[in-house]
């Protein structure tokens, strides 16, 4: 049982792995695409459609199939662990594709060795059966809430921070490399670099949240973070030319939305209210600020006269919005809802395996 919790585990941060390296793969060798393919936008469009909806799959699954696998435990250190590797594969992209340009001469050779890994875990996921579906995983509300309609009162609003949240996390790194060349002046490498320390800060906060996701509530995690996602925003508008502002501001944005998917899924299985269609609705309320977020800041870009700036100001006004709705549901679940602490979940969770 150990074997196997911990295969299927190991399974899902490659498939959450290789989706941050397929979604954030563009920015680098965006400028080499629009040079090198030969087709229609409406082709390449939808050739993105596909990719993105395979990609949003691989989150989807793995969450899902993550909560089944440790059902009754503390879900927050494992949901942590397994959406850190999107930091990892999101990070690690960039230095692969700066690596393939000056050794092999075309940073496109990563598209390749992307499918071959993709390939590996498709392989690996054939080969494992899906763990069991909780009893407990077919209905959408629980946790003394009383009712669809309640439940749906908490996942709304959470459905809206996800969209938001992870829409400006998105928008941040598929931007921040245009931001530092064109606004801030960086050479290409170094903007590169700066993409790979965002997704960096971001694998790395999401790591250290793994500890204290088993001794602090999803909260209590959620709302520094997102504070401090506001201020990183903030702070780049103070000095929107500064080198060193922009690289300590990349650092706090990393750190900052490092704990919002997984700790909002958290926060929902804390208090009885994780199932496949809630996390199929949190799936595509993330789909869809993926799609809208970055798209929302070309817009302010082109018909406002913030320039660049628009990318911090967007961010800055997002994270705000998901600041206050995680408080007021913070508040409506501590009125409606009764919670096991993190260690005691975790303990009866210790049990089972």
Known sequence: MRLYAALCTALY???????????????????SLASK???????????????????????GCANTLLAWLHAGRNLGPWVNLVNACFGLGSGGVPLLFVAAERRLGDGLRVFPALGLAAAGVALSAACLPSPPRPKDAKGGGGGGGGGRGRTWVVVGPLMVVLALGVGSEIAFGAWCYEYATARVGMPPTEAAYLTAVYWSSFTCGRLGAVPLAAALPPEGLLLPSLVLEVASALLVLCDPSSERVLWAATVGAGVGVCALYSNVMSLLAGHGLMSAPIVSAMQFACSLGHMTLPNLVALV???????????????????????????AVSLHLRRRYKSAPPAALFDAGAKQV
């Open 13 to 31: 941060c490659a498939c959450v792995g290789l989706q941050g390296a397929g979604v954030n793969v563009v920015g680098p060798a965006g400028p």
């Open 37 to 59: 393919l030969r087709t229609d936008v409406s082709s390449v469009t939808i050739l993105y459609f596909a990719v993105g909806g395979l990609l949003g799959s691989f989150s």
């Open 301 to 327: 870009m082109r018909h406002t006269s913030l320039g660049h700036e628009s990318l911090f100001v967007v961010l800055a006004a997002a994270n705000a919005a998901c600041l206050v709705l995680v408080a």
